[in-house]
């Protein structure tokens, strides 16, 4: 019973590198959503989607990009890393908003950009 | 624009003691409300899931209620045990939909054998 896989689990990049975070959920999900957590700050929505085929912002989503061109994955890239995007990322997943049921999160990538 | 608080920030108390953590949120149109708890270096564990028809949801020890016209949700655990040591947030829904949750930034409790 897998839910909702993060890889990697540890990333270290340098400043102006690029890179994607893997989240694939296997329980049919039609939502799926990226938050950061920072100390002192709580976790922050990114970008979030609703189905394949539609993103949209959330409330930090400078440098970053999303797709989502199946059901099971939705990829978070960033474009070119900064010291600012050192942060533990989460993803997360759910039923559509008719169901009215609870988010999954997965494990978490502690991404360090040096 | 929602915004959810959490208090204290953080907690210790002795085995044993029930407690409440509380949340707090400024939009009473909260659609619903969960639960979570989480490990150091881990993810988040849904706790209870409180939806909008609901006003309280019970699982084993814990006890979360939802007060949307007071705008206030609490969490209460009996029966403290070290094992309960972690940080637990709140997040809110609004409009029914869990992909677009707002954090409290938690309440991190201790529980001492």
């Known amino acids: 019973n897998a839910g909702v896989t993060q890889t990697p689990k540890f990333q270290v990049l340098k400043t102006g590198q690029s890179m994607t975070l893997q989240c694939a959920q296997d329980?049919?999900?039609?939502?799926m959503s990226w938050y950061r957590q920072d100390p002192g700050m709580g976790l922050r929505l990114i970008h979030y989607?609703?189905?394949?085929?539609?993103?949209d912002q959330g409330e930090v989503p400078n440098g970053y990009n999303v797709s989502r061109s199946t059901t099971e994955d939705f990829p978070l890239r960033l474009l070119s890393a900064a010291p600012s995007q050192t942060s533990v990322y989460f993803c997360?997943?759910?039923?559509?908003?008719?169901?009215?049921?609870?988010?999954?999160f997965g494990q978490g990538t502690r991404l360090t950009v040096v | 624009k929602q915004e959810v608080t959490q208090i204290p920030a953080a907690l210790s108390v002795p085995e044993g003691e029930n407690l409440v953590l509380n949340c707090s949120f400024t939009?009473?149109?909260?659609?619903?409300l969960q639960w979570f708890r989480q490990d150091p270096g881990k993810g988040l564990t849904s706790l209870l899931l409180?939806?909008?028809?609901?006003r309280e949801q019970t699982s084993g020890r814990l006890n979360a209620s939802l007060d949307k016209s007071s705008g206030r949700s609490t969490l209460y655990i009996a029966a403290s045990q070290p094992g309960d040591s972690a940080t637990y947030l709140c997040?809110?829904?609004?409009?029914?939909?869990?992909?677009?949750?707002?954090f409290g930034k938690g309440t991190k409790l201790t529980v001492n054998p």
């Open positions: 997360a997943s759910s039923y559509n908003r008719m169901s009215n049921t609870e988010a999954f």
């Open positions: 409180i939806q909008s028809s609901q």
């Open positions: 329980m049919n999900h039609e939502y």
């Open positions: 939009d009473s149109a909260i659609y619903n």
């Open positions: 997040a809110g829904a609004a409009q029914g939909g869990s992909e677009k949750l707002v």
């Open positions: 989607s609703v189905g394949a085929g539609i993103t």
